[in-house]
């Protein structure tokens, strides 16, 4: 068989390349992070190694071009869509600065030496010098991997690389189209016409239509993949069709799809483990394979411009660095990393020389000086990058304020086959990244001669809550309970596990001898001081637009005012939903500083009332996508009052379209040998655990 395979140089068998490709993505990282070295250099070099202009096992055919171009348009993509949107929104007036000043200071520099120094014409000149301008997040990975990605510096480096791409790109179409004679009025009114359409289809059109999809695509995790990817690349396309690079495109869908793909959902980890080890690689690779480093030593023209377009690049981009920290007073380690990340030429770089070369403006010299510079540059933005991002991860994480006396450890009692996903979901979300504890779905079965046969059934459950909390990369310990009863149970595993929270499932049915004994929801408020969230999830939690909270009066004064607090502003950030308070006007101005001053950050609004009474005509304030977040009480404490006893009954009679949550806040221990009768809320909820 062997004789049926074709081994010349280079190989041309599909299966073979691929295999090598594999091969290079699997060995280069593991050995270069035994050295140190960042695993992009590597890739980079063994693109040069491998291809064309190498030892030529590989080429760079229509295969290696096709997925790198995917690996480039997933950078992009994957960019948009970590950045934190309301950071963005926050300092998008210093994204436009650092955008436009990386934008002039390497233009002006560029065409000033290529222009005297070197003797190139204007157009020239111009054209080369805007090849320092625009860079790629190669670098985006590290930082992504360090933690960094909602920090600052990132944010507005991101910002910036849409803000100079795009003026570059600008630049480009504005030679070309001189060159070619077609600068007219004409010209310059379809451009903006197209920019603007390009951009309102994605930005506007794009999530409704997304969000439906996933309304639709709700239980198939496959299909919301390929949905998601054929988003970005119609972006991509039509991106193309405005007269703009792909990347930009990319980078638009990524930040219209920000808000419905939570950052910790099985979704984003399927985009991330798909992108991370196969698509950008192949892109590092494909990049690598562009480097003829022979020119150098053969033309010594290319060798001139290569060494000045390596030396003037970094340095114009080290100095739009430096004067965005003393403009913004950021520390030298945030300057370090936003050129480590903006020093990066590849994807615009690229498209710029090749538009050049291909209308006769520049020479066969300037490209492969530039195709060097993408060599260098890669290499010191990686080395920059790692550096900066590990001192400024450790420095970070000393700096974190302790937000909780005890870590979170959520349980999450499963009775319900149909609510484990979105319940397990919440959990993940509900729980702080800082904290590495697992998620604990629990099941409870009674004691009696069925046991045998509910354990199998409950293990079933089981099974599926770990897998689906794994397909978004998180710790799950199964917990099963034999016990008398299923309250007993769950008090049993809050001792013996320390849980901080209990997320419960809603049911409005009830039996009489919920009437009688009491509810789920009865025995563990009566026996528990950890936070309980009772919750109905009608819509996708990807698709909530905003999170409507009802708080009562001195909710502020309960000592877990502050869990709650970091739990719902959690949830926001995960949801991209803003915020919307509403309660009474001194409730609310004592809660302003700690909604708006601490991590995370979000965006919210204080709409005052005059009493909780109002929480029933307030349907029509409300759209679909809302969810409603009640903050109850336990009966004899500081913040509780008779008119929490309704709001549950109103939310399961008047807002049926609306996801829900009724949060019970930490409280001091509550001893008590009188029975408490049973709220109205708790002849509704907890049986979930009960049921089927």
């Known amino acids: 068989m062997l004789l049926n395979v074709d081994l010349t140089l280079p190989f041309e068998e599909p299966v073979l390349i691929f295999t090598l490709v594999l091969l290079i993505i699997l060995m280069i990282p593991i050995v270069l992070n035994k050295l140190r070295i960042p695993g992009i250099v590597g890739l980079i070099v063994a693109g ?46 210093r994204s436009l600065i650092f955008g436009t ?27 080369l010098a805007s090849m320092f301008a625009p860079h790629t997040l190669l670098a985006y990975p590290i930082v992504s991997r360090f933690g960094l990605s909602k920090n600052e510096a990132v944010t507005l480096t991101i910002g910036g690389t849409l803000i100079t791409d795009t003026a570059v790109l600008f630049v480009l179409a ?31 059109l794009f999530p409704k239509i ?17 949905f998601v990817l054929t988003v ?70 290319a060798m001139l411009i290569a060494g000045t377009i390596v030396v003037l690049a970094p340095l114009a981009k080290f100095l739009a660095a430096y004067v965005t920290q003393k403009l913004f007073k950021f520390s030298v380690l945030q300057r370090n990393l936003i050129f480590g990340l903006s020093s990066a030429h590849a994807a615009a770089t690229l498209a710029v020389v090749l538009a050049g070369f291909e209308i006769g403006i520049i020479g066969e010299s300037a490209l492969n000086g530039a195709v060097v510079l993408i060599l260098v540059s890669s290499m010191v933005s990686s080395f920059s990058t790692e550096k900066v991002g590990r001192k400024l991860a450790i420095l970070e994480s000393r700096r974190k304020p302790d937000i909780s006396e005890k870590p979170d450890r959520i349980m999450v009692p499963i009775g319900n086959p149909k609510t484990i996903e979105s319940l397990i979901d919440l959990a993940v979300m509900l729980k702080n990244p800082d904290h590495r504890e ?44 034999i016990d008398i009863n299923v309250p007993s149970g769950i008090l049993r595993a809050i001792k013996e596990l320390m849980i901080t929270e209990v997320v419960l499932g809603w049911n409005a049915k009830i039996t009489t001898r919920d009437r009688i004994f009491g509810t789920v929801l009865d025995n563990l408020l009566e026996n528990t001081e950890q936070m309980i969230l009772v919750c109905k999830i009608i819509q996708p939690l990807n698709t909530t637009g905003r999170i409507v909270v009802i708080v009562p009066t001195n909710a502020e004064l309960e000592r877990g005012f502050l869990r709650w607090i970091r739990s719902v502003k959690l949830l926001s950030q995960q949801l991209g939903a803003k915020l919307v308070f509403r309660g009474r006007r001194r409730t609310l101005n004592k809660m302003k500083a700690e909604i708006t001053d601490t991590k995370p950050t979000v965006e919210a609004e204080f709409i005052p009332y005059t009493d909780l009474t109002e929480f029933a005509s307030m349907k029509s304030e409300l759209k679909p996508d809302d969810m409603v977040v009640v903050i109850s009480a336990r009966k004899r404490t500081i913040s509780y009052n008779s008119n929490l006893d309704y709001v549950p009954r109103v939310l399961s009679r008047n807002y049926k379209d609306n996801s829900f949550i009724v949060i019970y806040p930490e409280q001091y221990p509550i001893y008590q040998s009188v029975p408490v009768k049973p709220a109205a809320f708790a002849q509704n909820a907890g049986n979930d655990q009960e049921e089927e």
Do not use: C
């Open 101 to 127: 000043l990386t934008f002039l200071i390497p233009m002006v520099l560029g065409t000033v030496v290529f222009f005297y120094l070197h003797g190139y014409q204007i157009k020239p000149a111009i054209l």
């Open 438 to 481: 697992p998620i604990y779905p629990l099941a409870v079965v009674i004691d009696n001669e069925h046991a045998e046969e509910e354990i199998y059934k409950k293990n079933k459950m089981l099974q599926e809550a770990i897998r689906h909390a794994s397909a978004s990369d998180n710790d799950v310990q199964l917990v099963s309970k």
């Open 232 to 301: 970005v690349f119609a972006a991509a396309f039509l991106s193309e069709l405005a007269g703009m690079e792909a990347i930009i495109g990319a980078f638009l869908a990524g930040l219209a799809l920000n808000p419905l793909i939570p950052h910790t959902s099985a979704l984003m980890n399927r985009i991330e483990f798909v992108g991370n080890n196969i698509f950008i690689p192949f892109f590092l690779i494909s990049t690598g394979m562009l480097v003829d480093l022979t020119v150098l030593f053969t033309d010594t023209n």
């Open 174 to 204: 504005i030679i070309i189209n001189s060159t070619q004679g077609s600068t007219g009025v004409g010209f310059w009114l379809w451009m903006i016409t197209e920019m603007i359409i390009f951009v309102g289809v994605v930005l506007w």
């Open 48 to 93: 040069v190694i491998v291809g064309p202009n190498g030892l030529h096992i590989l080429s760079r055919d229509a295969s290696i071009e096709l997925f790198g171009t995917v690996g480039l348009l997933y950078i992009m993509f994957q960019a948009g869509l970590e950045i934190d949107m309301i950071d963005f929104k926050r300092y998008k007036v």
């Open 210 to 226: 997304a969000k439906w999809m996933f309304k639709q695509l709700e239980s198939e995790k496959g299909a919301q993949y390929i």
